[in-house]
T-cell receptor, first 110, second 114 residues
């Protein structure tokens, strides 16, 4: 079993839909990161959170430490949101160990 | 503009040849990283460096080597000892090493071994 899992693996949505991507992990963490990988391969950091909820524009990230689960929500989705979304966790027991999830590929259709 | 550059974007190599991937950053970051990405898998850490002239192995360092002679540069050499080198390679940097900092990624280099 992978230490970081994401669901769904692939997601197709119509423009304007509300989207949720889930991340679950089985290790103790200090922080969780959400990243966005564009079709060309470049990666951008979206959020780093260790508790509660963060919002940036149409993106919302939440984390439940007790349940070891995080969600990334996209409101009013747009074709430019099409990308791979990656969840990554920083381990509590290691100063510099980050484990990356396999990613969720999102395609938003006009 | 500050950022991380990787070159080349696409690289082809014959089996048995060593090849060096470039990574340069002008963000004045102390820490730099090299990751490998394979289809359907999460990024895996190859090497990282917390400071000039120092680097540590990541999870999959075998068949790779690095140097950190300058703060701005962290080149990765894929040696002929790497059994399955075809992959997408990403370089990243952060102000310092650790799990509570944001890493900034380069555009990546796609290596294909022919």
């Amino acid at each position: 079993k992978n230490e970081v899992e994401q669901s769904p693996q692939n997601l197709t949505a119509q423009e304007g839909e509300f989207i949720t991507i889930n991340c679950s992990y089985s290790v103790g963490i200090s922080a969780l990161h959400w990243l966005q990988q564009h079709p060309g391969g470049g990666i951008v950091s979206l959020f780093m959170l260790s508790s509660g909820k963060k919002k940036h524009g149409r993106l919302i990230a939440t984390i439940n430490i007790q349940e070891k689960h995080s969600s990334l929500h996209i409101t009013a989705s747009h074709p430019r949101d099409s990308a791979v979304y990656i969840c990554a966790v920083g381990l509590k027991t290691s100063y510099d160990k980050v484990i990356f999830g396999p990613g969720t590929s999102l395609s938003v259709i006009p | 503009d500050g950022g991380i550059t990787q070159s080349p974007k696409y690289l082809f190599r014959k089996e048995g040849q060593n090849v060096t991937l470039s990574c340069e950053q002008n963000l004045n970051h102390d820490a730099m990283y090299w990751y490998r990405q394979d289809p359907g898998q999460g990024l895996r850490l190859i090497y990282y460096s917390q400071i000039v002239n120092d680097f540590q192995k990541g999870d999959i360092a075998e068949g790779y080597s690095v140097s950190r002679e300058k703060k701005e540069s962290f080149p990765l050499t894929v040696t002929s000892a790497q059994k399955n080198p075809t992959a997408f390679y990403l370089c990243a940097s952060s102000t310092l090493a650790g799990v509570l900092v944001t890493q900034y990624f380069g555009p990546g280099t796609r290596l294909t071994v022919l």
